[in-house]
């Protein structure tokens, strides 16, 4: 069976967008001849020349703010952080200028960058390599923030990004670069657009990135107990989707977000609120949160305690007030 | 020529490049006829860097091997460089403070860190494995250039407390592109800080070579901007890196302000044990700086000296292997790590919601031993 994976196809997305647009420029740290430590840029250049995949001095400040200034000279630059805690020398320029640009300006300027970014954990990587930072993003106006879960989704959503007149954010889960499917690349729904990736009927689990897959999992475990879960992976974090996601806890009426990062004032906490406000008299239970702890990102022989796990969401799943009662009913979850 | 004359004596220039390299030492390991600018060091400190270079190189085999049988997660050696590591180490006194990168593992060996702890940070147990107050070494820094602002920082501050502590900050050519570089060594500058900036050129960050690292004439010049004194030496000379680093630090203890040492040397190895080298750089390359071998080049001096022979080399060799084997039976044997310090270290005292947090965990693990 030919299969692919996310990192193929995301190679396969700058390929494509190299292509179709002569102004789509690659560039970064070891991103040339190394082809990225991730191999996301194998072979661009060889394949398109030095003049549109480049290595950088090394400089995640001078990358993005190098890339603010070639927007303005009309390129649209796909720039590559190494981790995710290396782009904080970058946060300057991304939360100052690469987010307020087109708003300072009034639209008079605008800055089309893609910002791939791996990131999260589960890959057993030593510090600063494991950040979750999607919230700090998620909180500045002016960028759009997704991150895909599916090979499939890997190739749609990096496409698009290339082609928003708005910077994008792009979250490249680590742990499922290597991951395969046998797919068409090509299809998918756009940026803004939640998936349903489960049908179920008693409760909703709203995840993203690599939590998407610990949502499923769970939902099929759940389901072995009798509990019928819809899973829904977000995609995309700014624009949020509330059309999917309140569609669906309207339906169920129970909902648990599950996420990677920290869960104290994260992206999961954004969602609760958000269906607590649009689904008040559609609920059976409290919104729930599965995430990690609060703490730094451990190292790789504690990880595994951080990372929400299926039995963590399981657990929780079993916290969604099934035996509605009068005195139970709004108790909180311990 | 600038409008304004300097205020005062400008005395960065007492240790400006020149445009080569200081070298004693040619690649066959023969005194060169280059005038020598700094003292050569004594006899014994030779013998004792030798040593020390001996011991780190064993240190750095056996931790590539542990890396292979997955007793680490990750080990970036630093082969080829122990010169640089061992000098940079050997100029401090041990109330100085050094900041290393992740790949400084044998300056912390040669600061005489417990091995197993040393590598407990890239054994994935906890993010520094050693205590850094005790031994005045902070923990091995991974984000690039962000330790050298702390180092001058600490030399300013310890200096302003009336100490003669000096700082010792390692980082590679590629760190020298950010801009945390170029920030501390302008703090460094203006607040005069005793800090020593040793840059270890070893040709490339992680793929990327020099050449597009950086237009400079040598990274050491990098310095006269900042108006702090700088020197290029020959990385892989350990007599020459030993007689540069005791002068930085005499002069940099003395009040004059900071220096940048860049060492040319060469990384051997791969960038990590994750890496694939062979994508960026080729056989010959690695080959010819394979006969620049920093211990070759010593232990042939010391041997002409009179300084070295085989009753000794065969001690040494016994030394190392023994220290070598204690390394691998400590990194075998069973280190449990406890899931409560995930919580313990958070805040001085855990926040409410950290201790809730500790008590799931608690609570689960109590699940999973009911269940076998
Ligand atoms: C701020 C930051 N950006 C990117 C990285 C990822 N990274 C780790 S090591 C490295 C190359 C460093 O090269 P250099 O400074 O020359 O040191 P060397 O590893 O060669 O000793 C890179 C890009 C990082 N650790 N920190």
């Known amino acids: 069976m030919p299969t692919i994976t996310m990192a193929q196809a995301l190679n396969t997305a700058l390929r494509d967008a190299l292509t179709a647009d002569e102004n789509v420029v690659v560039f970064g ?135 928003d007149p708005d910077p994008v954010i792009f979250l490249e889960p680590k742990r499922l670069y290597f991951s395969r499917a046998d797919v068409e690349l090509g299809a998918g729904p756009p940026i803004g657009k939640a998936a349903v990736r489960r049908q179920g009927r008693d409760a909703t689990i709203v995840a993203y990135g690599p939590s998407a897959s610990v949502a499923l999992e769970t939902a099929e475990a759940a389901a072995a107990e009798g509990r019928d879960l819809e899973v829904i992976d977000l995609r995309s974090i700014v624009p949020f989707d509330d059309e999917t996601v309140m569609a669906s806890v309207r339906k169920t009426g129970r909902c648990i977000v599950v996420q990677e990062a920290q869960g104290f004032a994260g992206v999961g906490a954004e969602v609760a609120a958000r269906v607590q406000e649009r689904c008040f008299h559609y609920l059976h239970a409290p919104v729930l949160r599965v995430s990690g702890f609060d703490i730094p990102y451990p190292p790789p022989k504690l990880e595994r305690f951080h990372l929400p796990s299926v039995d963590r969401v399981l657990d929780s799943v079993e916290r969604l007030q099934w035996n509605d009662t009068a005195d139970t009913r709004w108790a909180v979850p311990v | 020529m600038t409008l304004m004359e300097p205020v005062g004596a400008p005395q960065y220039q007492k240790f400006l490049p020149a445009d080569h390299a200081v070298q004693y030492l040619d690649t066959a ?33 056996q931790a590539t091997a542990l890396t292979k049988q997955g007793r680490l997660a990750v080990y970036p050696s630093a082969r080829g460089q122990d010169a640089c590591q061992i000098a940079g180490a050997m100029c401090l006194r041990p109330t100085d403070w050094m900041f290393p990168t992740y790949r400084d593992s044998m300056a912390l060996m040669a600061r005489g860190i417990d091995q197993v702890e040393l590598l407990g940070m890239l054994a994935g147990e906890w993010h520094c494995g ?78 990327v070579p020099i050449a597009k690292q950086s237009a400079a004439p040598s990274l050491a010049h990098k310095g006269v901007g900042y108006g702090i004194g700088s020197e290029q030496v020959d990385g892989n000379d350990p007599v020459a890196m030993l007689a540069v680093m ?5 002069f940099v203890r003395a009040g004059n302000g900071p220096v940048i040492v860049e060492a040319q040397t060469y990384r051997i190895d791969a960038h990590t044990n994750a890496d694939d080298p062979t994508r960026y750089r080729d056989a010959g390359e690695v080959e010819k700086w394979l006969g620049r071998d920093p211990l070759a080049r010593l232990e042939k001096y010391l041997r002409e000296k009179g300084l070295f022979d085989d009753d000794a080399a065969a001690a040494l060799a016994a030394e190392a292997e023994a220290s070598a084997s204690a390394l ?45």
């Open chain 1, 29 to 163: 740290e070891d991103v040339g001849a190394l082809g990225g430590v991730f191999r996301v840029t194998d072979g661009l250049t060889s394949d398109f020349g030095e003049d549109r995949c480049f290595d950088t001095p090394l400089a995640e400040s001078g990358i993005v703010g190098f890339a603010v200034g070639m927007a303005m000279a009309g390129f649209r630059p796909v720039v590559e952080m190494q981790f995710d805690a290396f782009a904080y020398p970058a946060f300057e320029q991304i939360v100052s200028h690469v987010a307020k640009i087109r708003n300072r300006t009034k639209g008079a300027l605008s800055v089309p960058i893609v910002i791939r970014v791996p990131f999260a954990g589960g890959i057993g990587g030593v510090e600063h390599h494991c950040d979750s930072s999607e919230a700090y993003y998620a909180q500045t106006p002016g960028l759009k923030v997704v991150a895909p879960s599916t090979v499939s989704d890997a190739y749609t959503l990096l496409r698009e990004a290339i082609d």
């Open chain 2, 29 to 61: 390991g023969e005194l060169t006829e280059s005038e020598a600018r700094y003292p050569r060091p004594s006899d014994d400190r030779l013998v004792e860097m030798y040593r020390n270079m001996f011991l780190g190189r064993r240190f750095d085999q």
């Open chain 2, 130 to 207: 050693y205590d850094p107050a005790r031994y005045r070494s902070a923990p091995q820094c991974t984000p690039l250039a962000t330790q050298l602002l702390h180092a001058a920082g600490v030399a300013y501050g310890e200096n302003r407390k009336g100490r003669d502590t000096i700082a010792l900050a390692f980082c590679g050519d590629g760190a020298t592109s950010e801009g945390d570089f170029h920030e501390a060594l302008n703090f460094a500058g203006v607040f005069k800080a005793p800090v020593i900036f040793l840059v270890q050129n070893n040709g490339f960050a992680i793929s």
């Open chain 2, 246 to 250: 005791d002068e930085a630090a005499r």
């Open chain 2, 328 to 372: 691998r039976e400590g990194m075998n044997a069973e280190r449990p790590a406890d899931p409560t310090d995930l919580f313990r270290y958070v805040f001085a005292e855990p926040t409410p919601q950290l201790r809730e947090q500790q008590a799931q965990v608690e609570a689960e693990l109590a699940a999973e031993s009911e269940e076998h």
